[in-house]
């Protein structure tokens, strides 16, 4: 098994969907654009948030377990994946790549 690599790539907001459909709340996203977090095999990184890990973690444990060419030819990296998280006032677009390092 291997670690993989997760890069917060970017960032949307959309303000009007916000204002139409959510309720107010104290504490959104704390991703930021060029975090970089390392998943120690399929395990979900210390500080990673809970909801975003849910999206993702199917796409880190094919990774891990030596998964490629995700979706025949998908992406250029056949050991990456560009995953969003499912919020969908805030969603956050991801960089899954494994490394070459193996998980502890």
């Given at each position: 098994m291997k670690k993989v690599r997760i890069t917060v790539m970017r960032r949307a907001c959309y303000t009007d969907l916000i204002e139409r459909?959510?309720?107010?709340?104290?504490?959104?996203?704390?991703?930021?654009?060029?975090?970089?977090?390392?998943?120690?095999?399929?395990?979900?990184?210390?500080?990673?948030?809970?909801s975003a890990w849910e999206s993702i973690s199917p796409f880190v444990m094919a990774l891990s377990h030596g998964g490629e060419d995700l979706y025949d030819g998908w992406m250029k990296n056949k050991r990456s994946a560009m995953i969003s998280c499912n919020d969908g006032f805030r969603p956050v677009s991801f960089l899954l790549e494994t490394l070459d390092a193996d998980a502890e």
């Amino acid at each position: 098994m291997k670690k993989v690599r997760i890069t917060v790539m970017r960032r949307a907001c959309y303000t009007d969907l916000i204002e139409r459909y959510e309720n107010p709340i104290l504490h959104a996203c704390d991703m930021r654009e060029g975090q970089i977090f390392i998943a120690n095999g399929w395990k979900r990184p210390q500080d990673f948030c809970e909801s975003a890990w849910e999206s993702i973690s199917p796409f880190v444990m094919a990774l891990s377990h030596g998964g490629e060419d995700l979706y025949d030819g998908w992406m250029k990296n056949k050991r990456s994946a560009m995953i969003s998280c499912n919020d969908g006032f805030r969603p956050v677009s991801f960089l899954l790549e494994t490394l070459d390092a193996d998980a502890e």
